[in-house]
């Protein structure tokens, strides 16, 4: 396989965690977060989705500085940083959100929730706008 192959590979991999976040978090929209089982099901979603960018944002920074890429692999290990830093940040933020929630702020828990899926829909278009230039990169 090519060093581009290996480089697009990588994106893939990044693109995976989320591209199923931005396609999932959505239907939570339809329901409301007053009930403890869904809001409990949409942190842990949130959970792995940081996790598993963490981990693919690693992955990709090995292989882009692998294959000779230096800035994409920077980039790539950014994303990754962020998704480890904003895991713990979200999760504290989320909890404290549940108890604004029993207290009566019913809008609190959703708030965070589009917050979230901003910032994912974000930096998932930044990844895929960056395709062109990974395969066009000189190795």
Do not use: E
């Not at 989320?18 to 009930?35: E, N, S, T, W």
């Not at 869904?38 to 294959?67: E, K, P, Y």
Request: net charge positive; glycine share 8%; charged share 10%.
């Amino acid at each position: 396989m090519t060093s581009d192959g290996i480089a697009l590979a990588a994106i893939v991999i990044l693109l995976f965690p989320m591209g199923y976040f931005f396609l999932a978090a959505p239907a939570f929209l339809l329901v409301k977060l007053d009930i403890p089982q869904v809001t409990q099901l949409l942190r842990g979603m949130f959970n792995a989705h940081f996790l598993m960018t963490g981990i693919a944002g690693v992955i990709g920074t090995v292989t882009f500085a692998l294959t000779g890429r230096p800035v994409f692999a920077i980039g790539v290990a950014l994303i990754a940083a962020f998704a480890v830093r904003a895991r713990g940040w979200f999760l504290r933020q989320w909890d404290a959100q549940l108890s604004a929630r029993d207290a009566g702020d019913a809008a609190a828990v959703r708030r965070l929730h589009w917050g979230g899926m901003l910032c994912n829909a974000i930096v998932l278009f930044a990844i895929v706008a960056s395709i062109p230039y990974v395969s066009a990169t000189a190795t």
